[in-house]
């Protein structure tokens, strides 16, 4: 684990209720959890993937019970994440950097910045669960510092010159069904950043409005250009064409995708369970 500074310590005590002990004893709960799941096997786990979710939602044991269960299911369910070697990763960073990149500096109360350049990934030949797959990796990723787990993160996603052919790669349902699981991910998302979002696409934009939860909705921003988006976040350097990623990406890239690989879903025990509303019964002792 790492060592917090006092700001971010500060911040985890004013927006999460966070304290030592609240947390020590949060730990021992989900590890409990765990050990007695039903279909989830996580063995030794990650007391950083933990704390994740604890953060996410605020420590509200049973909002990061379900959330647990439902992200995990939904992204084993979708993506091809099975025994990539470290190369493999790396290549996949590759990949990332082609369109997303992470922004050295946070801004001034402490979040982490990720920019999509969306023309730069309209020519490329991704599918829309390949993005949704580096996208997935790349907040994991982010998400191994605690500084960012307190302070959260602004998502930019910048569509200067990005043409319909870009909207053309995305199927309505999957993309509704991504987005319905959102709201389980670990990451508190603080902003949502849309820069020259085309006219025509305001469909997509329809469908984003329609299964997002009201606090996120309400954090969607649209602007013109750099000039405005500047006026919305305060950071020290702020540019649509820096892509260097800061120190050790790479390597928190390998580290999140070994954390997330090690956790095993028995989908034939799943099948069995019963749904009431949003949330599965779980038979734990």
Known sequence: MSIISDYFIQKAKIELEENEIRKKESIMLFE?????????????????????????????????????????????????????????????????????????????NGERILIAKMSEMEA????????????NIMISALLLEEETQIAGVILIFDYTNATWNLFKKI?????????????????????IVLIDFPTLAIRVLEVVQKVLSEKLKQRIITVKDLVELKKIINVSELSMDNKEFFL???????????????????????????????FRILEID
């Open 248 to 278: 050790n990406f790479d390597e928190q890239i390998v580290k999140a995708y070994h954390m997330f690989s090690k956790i095993e879903i028995d989908f034939d025990k799943l099948k069995k369970f019963e749904t009431i509303g949003s």
């Open 32 to 108: 409990n959890w765990l050990k007695n799941h039903s279909f989830i096997k996580y063995q030794n786990p990650d007391l950083i993937h933990l704390l994740m979710f604890l953060r996410t939602k605020k420590y509200r044991m049973d909002k990061v019970f379900e959330s647990f269960e439902k992200a995990l299911i939904y992204t084993k369910s979708i993506s091809k994440y099975s025994n990539l070697t470290d190369e493999e990763l790396k290549e996949l960073l590759v990949n990332c950097m082609k369109f997303f990149y992470v922004l050295k500096d946070r801004s001034e």
């Open 171 to 191: 199927s309505l349902i999957e993309f509704a069904q991504y987005l319905s699981n959102v709201k389980f991910f670990a990451v508190r998302i603080k902003k």
């Open 124 to 135: 490329l030949s991704f599918s829309l669960m390949e993005i949704v797959k580096y996208f």
